[in-house]
């Protein structure tokens, strides 16, 4: 019952330029979620968007929802080859009950140095 | 900083066993949960539970059962361990609030090799 789905699944840049990572979703959502998963390792929560905001911004991050297109972008300025990891969206569906986010498939960003 | 400590990163067991995944945090979080991530399937939660001795299945409980006896622990359990049951698990808490659900923090993961 995944209902993210995110675009591009690979994306690969050179250090200094911007990434961008889309997600889009099918019901009604509370908040959407960014994700960051290093090789090998646990996710990391990024960044918390709720249904009523349209931007929000931390450090190097900018994530958008549109809500009318059910979809969400997270922007990366001037990447670093430390951002390389994969990326996914969450979502908390309004009819949701106990805490159940809907993962992504995930975008898998590669930074050269 | 909430921690979620997972018992093992690696585990090697073979067809058959009875097999034991621990998860433990340390945030007093209400919600715990057990997910899959295996390639090109993303993350598929398994088990979850928002309440000590409750739960619920996920999305994929079939050959899993789980327990949470205590508020920190919440255990993972492969009854019979059979080849697809290879992967990588997750465990992870998040606080319970009314209204948005709220990130979820993660272990580091149990990546599991059934032979």
């Known amino acids: 019952s995944q209902q993210g789905e995110e675009d591009p699944q690979a994306l690969s840049i050179q250090e200094g330029e911007n990434a961008t990572m889309n997600c889009s979703y099918k019901t009604s959502i509370n908040n959407l979620q960014w994700y960051r998963q290093n090789s090998g390792r646990g996710l990391v929560h990024l960044i918390l968007i709720r249904s009523n905001e349209r931007e929000k911004h931390s450090g190097r991050l900018r994530v958008t929802l549109d809500t009318s297109k059910k979809s969400s972008s997270l922007l990366i300025t001037a990447s670093r080859a430390a951002d390389t990891a994969s990326y996914f969206c969450a979502t908390d569906p309004t009819y949701n009950q106990g805490g159940k986010l809907i993962f992504g498939q995930g975008t898998e960003l590669s930074v050269k140095p | 900083d909430v921690k979620v400590t997972q018992s093992s990163r690696y585990l090697v067991k073979r067809t058959g066993e009875k097999v034991f995944l621990e998860c433990v945090q340390d945030m007093d979080h209400e919600n715990m949960f057990w997910y899959r991530q295996d390639p090109g399937l993303g993350l598929r939660l398994i088990y979850f539970s928002y309440d000590v001795k409750m739960k619920e299945k996920g999305d994929i409980p079939e050959g899993y059962s789980v327990s949470r006896e205590k508020k920190e622990r919440f255990s993972l359990i492969l009854e019979s361990a059979s080849t697809n049951q290879t992967s990588m698990y997750l465990c992870?808490?998040?606080?319970?609030?009314?209204?948005?659900?709220?990130?979820?923090?993660f272990g580091d993961g149990t990546r599991l090799s059934i032979l």
């Open positions: 992870a808490s998040s606080d319970a609030v009314r209204g948005d659900n709220q990130p979820q923090h």
